[in-house]
C-alpha cells in the first residue's frame, strides 16, 4: 500500500448508528487531518492531529469523534448523525503540521457517507 | 470577502487545446502559498502543483503549470495539451499565517470537462 488510504470507501447509515471511518497513511508523515466535503461547498477542515495529539477542532459538533492511536493511523468514529452529515470524508496527511507556506497535504480516496 | 475565488464553475475543452482554470486570491500576509488540486470522480484529491509567494518563476510540473500574477494576486493553472483523464474537479488552495499556525483555505473548485 502507498500514499493515503481509507476504508470504507462508502457507508451508508441510519441516524442512530455507530460506525466508524479509517485512515491510514504510509508515507511517514506526522500529521493528519479530517477533512468535511459536502456538495457545492468548499473543503472544511475537522481535525489537526501532529504525533498523536489534536491541535485543532473546528467547532465539530461532538458525534463526530476522531482518534489518532498513532502517526499512521487516524479514526473518526460516528454516532447519531444527521441527514446533513452526508458527505465525503477525506483525509490528508502531511510532514508535520503547517509551520511554512509550503507543506503540502496529501489526501486518501475519501469516504462517501450518505446518512438515512 | 472570500480569500479564494474560481470564477468558472465548470469549463468544457477539446481535448488536445490547453486550459487556463482561474484563481485569484486576498491575503495581506506576505508569505502564503498557493496549492492546486485535482479531484476526479472516484474522490482522491491529487496534489498537482505549487507556488511559494516569493518565489521568482512560475512552478512548471509536466503538463501543469501555473501562471503566477503577485500584483494581480492571480494563481491560473494552465493546463497544455489536455487528455480525457483530465476530466475532474480543480480546486486552488493558499496556506497562509492565521496567529501562529498557517491555514489552508480552498477555493470553490471548477469542473473541467475534456471533450473528445
Known amino acids: 500500500e502507498t500514499g493515503v488510504t481509507q476504508t470504507p470507501r462508502h457507508l451508508v447509515m441510519g441516524m442512530t448508528n455507530k460506525k466508524s471511518l479509517k485512515c491510514e497513511q504510509h508515507l511517514g508523515h506526522n500529521a493528519m487531518y479530517w477533512y468535511k466535503q459536502s456538495a457545492k461547498k468548499p473543503l472544511e477542515l475537522m481535525f489537526v492531529?501532529?504525533?498523536?495529539?489534536?491541535?485543532e477542532n473546528n467547532s465539530v459538533p461532538s458525534r463526530f469523534s476522531p482518534e489518532c492511536p498513532n502517526s499512521s493511523h487516524l479514526f473518526l468514529h460516528l454516532h447519531t448523525l444527521q441527514p446533513e452529515d452526508s458527505a465525503l470524508y477525506l483525509c490528508?496527511?502531511?510532514?508535520?503540521?503547517?509551520?511554512?507556506?509550503?507543506?503540502?497535504?496529501?489526501f486518501g480516496p475519501g469516504t462517501r457517507l450518505l446518512v438515512l | 470577502a472570500q480569500k479564494i475565488t474560481q470564477t468558472q464553475p465548470g469549463m468544457f475543452v477539446q481535448e488536445k487545446e490547453a486550459v487556463t482554470l482561474d484563481c485569484t486570491y486576498d491575503t495581506s500576509d506576505p508569505s502564503y502559498g498557493l496549492f492546486w488540486y485535482k479531484q476526479p470522480s472516484s474522490g482522491e484529491m491529487i496534489f498537482l502543483i505549487y507556488q511559494g509567494s516569493y518565489d521568482q518563476q512560475n512552478a512548471t510540473e509536466g503538463r501543469y503549470s501555473l501562471n503566477f500574477q503577485k500584483a494581480r494576486k492571480s494563481a491560473n493553472l494552465v493546463i497544455s495539451a489536455s487528455q480525457l483523464g483530465d476530466s475532474a474537479m480543480y480546486f486552488c488552495a493558499m496556506r497562509e499565517k492565521e496567529d501562529s499556525n498557517y491555514q489552508l483555505i480552498w477555493g470553490a473548485g471548477t469542473k473541467l470537462i475534456i471533450k473528445p
Open positions: 492531529y501532529s504525533l498523536e495529539e489534536r491541535v
Open positions: 490528508a496527511s502531511s510532514q508535520d503540521i503547517p509551520g511554512t507556506a509550503q507543506e503540502t497535504q496529501y
